[in-house]
């Protein structure tokens, strides 16, 4: 009988009333489905009080839209919250057949993510570039809309792979639209949309026509005033009133907040239905999907007849069509929220009987876990089968959220321990650190086991350092680490690189005691290099005998280190650590290390679609790409950093941009980042900031010939040489200020210091750079030989920023000298190099020094008259390089007919016809909007 109801009026759908007072709002959602018939795409977030009309717009839009594009719409439910890409799966159930179109790894991805097949949990953001190619592809032949009321009550997962699509989106034809009570901070910087309530005239109008019998003028005028111009209010607050409430004695509950008192008036007016009807519609609250047969079968379970169905029908609160739901979410929650535990219980356990183990068993036991009150570790085994599931389709959120439950369910202390701390760590891996902390001061209160104590004191170590990277997180990490060792040694180690990485990027802003406790503690805890050759092993002990005992004593074992990394096929750990090696071939001068380590580290992120790591190897690719003169594909790589940074707020500071400008020349650019990242380490305690800061502006400062502010940042460094890294290649362009301001005495200080961070380790870009440096403090013969020396040495190495640079120097001695012919020869040839790789403050100075010598050379302006937008540059930066759309897509996490639309604009607005025509076109060429 049941069945039957629902197939007579699967077809039914709600008529779509006409809407007072909301010209704007509906001109805008108009407006955004007519860009999208015409190719372009836009997301809008539209936020209001529950009531206010939000609902009503979307019919309004859909109803109206449903001719002319393809619609996809959701209701989001807060009891799917905790079910990883619940929400997502909805919208996307009927597009996954596009899902064979998309690129290998994003077809996997959003795969895994709903449960489709089995493999390793998806990259969030390869899930929410699948939905991109999702949305395109169902775009491709019509026009799409897509739309999500009470996006508040989407999971963490689905929101985030939404936000990410949604910023994305350019020109594909898709109009998405997330209707939500508050804009969730997830979708910041998305175009906004605030509905407000009606104004007086429509809320008297829109009030007559809900109580048709007319109202007593102080009711009436109570009611507006109360509620606020709320059209729900308006229409469902009267309907609780008596007819003496309505003649004249009528006072409204105004302490109580808008929203409940919706819902109370929901409530009053379902009370009266029976008690069958009203269990039915507390099933229906309680069961997101809108599925009607396991509605059917659930009411089976209860003994609910059609009856029931027919009274709820009745009452205008049931809304049947393909699908089952309600008039207005708040109908949902009202019910819900009224209800009392007993019955919630007796719902859930029906719908957790007619819900398929083997095809949901998340949902399965989600309701079970609903349905029980006391300890049961059979449903608690169950949700912790579930959280497995939830990693595996990438869901840490969702994980915490089974595992927090399965906790609460659990009746043995100590495997409840074990759950809690479990659930933390899931907790901190989404994210959300200070739920991890709370948890783990639940798990102190249980017996636990000498590892599981361990454990929590690491996750406490972890949290704490992600939610405040304050000094005393390197001390944590250390104590935690400590704990570990003879528990379980690969965590313990683990912990110790965290640790020493905290307390090496502390620097000078750190503590120096504490750095050589991490270092010694490490070399306590590790196997002798020549025991182990496992890459972990060695980069870990190699970092803490370079911070212990120099560059000598370690040069042996982070070789080997590097060697290991580049051989071994790294686990995920290895992968994450592997930047630790790449930042000792920095330490140690080998450039054809930091190139290898680089390429592979890039490569593999790329492949496991680690974005966390993705960010760090680029950078570090970018250097490279510096060293190797080649600055076009440094600013790509700075391209794509940012792009991931502004879909997944990675905090990494924009040190990558600030050396480019440095190199470029752009000073106003340049003291503008230094000045932030200056701020920012100071304000995080991160000595690496400030390094950062005073070797690129002395760089800057080279460049420009302003060798005073060049001295002043390079002066800074001299007291932290000992940190290697750019401390160390500061001395460099200390001696070079400091020899051109005439302080010899300081350029003498400066380079000995340099000799101690290069003679050890003996390669051949080191011994370049000091014969470099050495060759500025020397005459004659003597200083002849050693920049000839130098340039050979860079040469070989390619590195032409450095052939170009030290070609310059050697010219304006030669100058000095009065060689004026040698030194044009020099200068010439620095100066070709030097602009073939866009170091344009110093080619301008080698221009400047051949002036000098008698020779004027025509330095062509870099730049061009037409501007293009930062998204333009990016794209077209990339199509230098040779990508492919699809492939600039990915790489910018947006859509290739996004890609392709810009390059039509690049070409356009720089009067090519070609991609070959692109390096010439964008040479020095900058964005309309600044770099972040």
Known sequence: MVERYFQAKADIVPDIAPLRGRRGELAELEALVSRARGGRSEALVVSGEAGVGKTALLDHITARAAAHVRTERIVASQSEMELAYAGLQQLCGHMMGSAVRLPAPQQEAIEVAFGLRSAAAPSPFLVGLALLGLLTEAAEEQALLCVVDDAQWLDQASARALAFAARRLDAEGVALVLAMRQADPVFAGLPHMVVEGLGHEDACELLRLAVPGGLDRRVRDQLIAEARGNPLALRELPRALNPAQIAGGFTLTGSLPLESRIEQSLVVQLAPLPAPARLLLLLAAAEPTGDPGLLWRASAVLGLGPEAFDAAKAAEAFVVGTRVGFRHPLVRSAVYRAASPGDRRRVHAALADVTSAEHDPDRRAWHRASATLQPDEEVAADLEKSAVRARTRGGAAAAGAFLERAAELTPSPFRRGQRLIAAAEAKHDAGASDAALRLLESARALPLTALQEALVVRLCARAGYALRRDRSGAQHLLDAARG?????????????????????????????????????????????????????????????????????????????????????????????????????????????????????????????????????????????????????????????????????????????????????????????????????????????????????????????????????????????????????????????????????????????????????????????????????????????????????????????????????????????????????????????????????????????????????????????????????????????????????????????????????????????????????????????????
Not at 843 to 856: I, M, V, W
Request: net charge negative; aromatic share 6%.
């Open 484 to 932: 570990l060792e003879g528990l379980d040694p690969v965590l313990a180690r683990d912990t110790y690189i965290e640790a020493l990485a905290a307390a090496t990027y502390g620097g000078r802003l750190g503590d120096a005691e504490q750095v050589a406790a991490v270092a010694h503690a490490i070399l306590g805890a590790t196997p002798a290099a020549d025991e182990t050759d496992r890459a972990r092993d060695l980069i870990l002990r190699g970092q803490a005998l370079l911070a212990t005992e120099g560059q000598t004593a370690a040069l042996p074992t982070l070789r080997r280190a590097q060697r290991a990394f580049l051989e071994q096929a790294p686990d995920f750990l290895e992968l994450h650590w592997m930047w630790f090696a790449s930042r000792a071939a920095q330490d140690l001068w080998d450039p054809a290390g930091l190139r290898a380590l680089a390429d592979r580290q890039v490569e593999l992120a790329r492949a496991e679609g680690v974005v966390t790591v993705l960010p760090i190897a680029l950078s570090l690719l970018m250097l490279v790409q510096m060293t190797d003169g080649d600055l076009d594909g440094a600013e790509a790589s700075c391209d794509e950093i940012d792009a991931i940074k502004e879909v997944t707020g990675n905090p990494l500071p924009p040190y990558g941009r600030l050396l480019l400008a440095a190199y470029r020349g752009q000073a106003d650019e340049a003291e503008r980042l230094a000045e932030r990242i200056r701020a920012d380490g100071l304000a995080r305690g991160e000595g690496y900031a400030l390094s950062a800061a005073n070797f690129s502006e002395a760089v800057l400062y080279n460049g420009l010939g302003r060798f005073a502010e060049a001295v002043d940042r390079g002066r800074r460094e001299l007291p932290y040489t000992r940190e290697l890294n750019l401390a160390m290649r500061t001395l460099v362009e200390l001696v070079e200020a400091a020899t051109h301001t005439g302080e010899h005495a300081l350029a003498e200080q400066a380079l000995e210091q340099l000799a101690r961070v290069t003679r050890p380790v003996g390669t051949s870009y080191a011994l370049a750079v000091l014969a470099m440096a050495e060759a500025q403090l020397r005459a004659g013969d003597e200083a002849e030989n050693l920049y000839l020396d130098a340039i050979a040495r860079f040469e070989h190495e390619r590195i032409p920023i450095w052939v170009g640079r030290c070609r310059l120097l050697y010219g304006e001695a030669l100058n000095r000298q009065g060689r004026s012919a040698e030194a044009r020869e020099q200068l010439r040839t620095a100066h070709k190099v030097l602009t073939a790789c866009g170091v344009n403050g110093f080619a301008q100075r080698a221009a400047d020094e051949l002036r000098d010598c008698g020779e004027t050379l025509r330095v062509h302006a870099r730049g061009s008259a037409a501007r293009l937008t930062e998204q333009e540059l990016n794209v077209a930066r990339l199509a230098r390089e040779g990508l492919t759309n699809r492939e600039i897509g990915a790489r910018l996490f947006i859509s290739a007919h996004t890609v392709e639309y810009h390059l039509r604009k690049v070409f356009v607005k720089l009067g090519i016809k070609r991609r070959t025509d692109l390096k010439p076109a964008l040479a020095g060429l900058t964005s309309s909007a600044s770099s972040a």
